[in-house]
């Protein structure tokens, strides 16, 4: 990728740096562990499923045997989980340099979490509202403090109505999705305001996109995008637009490592409709800059997961 533009060689020794990264276990999570350890970080997988986590912790240390990498057992659907992950992440660092928040899941139905909240919105959302301003004491000690959301261009698509969030009336996958990757963009602008106004130049608070990148999420997109990555007679096409899990966290990776980014930019692949390529500045749906949004979302945010940023 970076004969192409940007690319890992690019980007800063990251030692002595910490760094949170959440859903790290699998597709482009992982592969961002597997960046930052490269180039030097001590990183914190935060995942829901210890045992996978485990098992890519090992396949990251299998290149890097000076890495260091542990795991915090975190499910972003439960709030409780969420409390107790910062906690022993607060515990052992004193500062968290960067936060990616990366996790994302897709349902595929309308079910709630432990909370009571519509699952992708919840987890997604709501849970890493809560884990951000949880560790937000750790990110203002750090001395150049980042928080990366890492959305989807199915954002674009996305609304909140905010007199049915539990999605009651007209559920589907798509749009459940859609609204979340949508209100995690808005949280993203709306953290940025928010430490502008409370005076702090770090931490700042950016976004990233994969693009069409081989992952999960993609493959349970719907019956059309699953047979497209699991006929193999495709695999050339595939080849065309669609980067594998490498390429597709170098968006999270330059958010979080270039020392020329500034809170509020949106980082995503270069190529047609921001499928593929090196990541480069690219511009989110102007609706998630409403700053009326962001400041409901925000309150509506703080009253159900009880989480206050302490600004």
Known sequence: MSKDGWGPAQAPPMGGRMVVVTGANSGIGLETVRHLVTLGAHVVMACRNVDSAAAARADV???????????????????????????????????????????????????????????????????????????????????????????????????????????????????????????????????????????????????????????????DSGRMLSWLFTTPTLHRVRSTFIMEAPQGALPSVRAATDPDARGGQYYGPSGPMEFSGAPVLVRPSPRVQDPALGRRLWEVAQALTGVRYPF
């Open 61 to 219: 240390l299998a290149s890097a045997p000076d890495g260091q990498v542990d795991i915090v057992q975190t499910d972003l659907s439960d709030l409780s989980s969420v409390h107790k992950a910062a906690d022993e992440i607060a515990l052992s660092h004193p500062v968290v340099d960067v936060l990616i928040n990366n996790a994302g899941v897709m349902a595929g139905r309308r079910e709630m979490t432990v909370d009571g909240f519509e699952m992708d919105f919840g987890t997604n959302v709501l849970g890493h509202f809560a884990l951000t301003g949880l560790l937000l004491e750790k990110l203002l000690a750090a001395d150049a403090g980042r928080v990366v959301t890492v959305g989807s261009n199915a954002h674009r698509g996305g609304v909140v109505d905010f007199d049915d969030l539990t999605m009651a009336r007209g559920f589907s996958t798509s749009r459940a999705y859609s609204r979340s990757k949508f209100a995690q963009l808005v949280f993203a602008w709306q953290l940025q305001r928010q430490l502008t106004a409370a005076g702090h130049t770090n931490p700042i608070s950016l976004a990233a996109h994969p693009g069409a990148t081989h992952s999960g999420v993609m493959r």
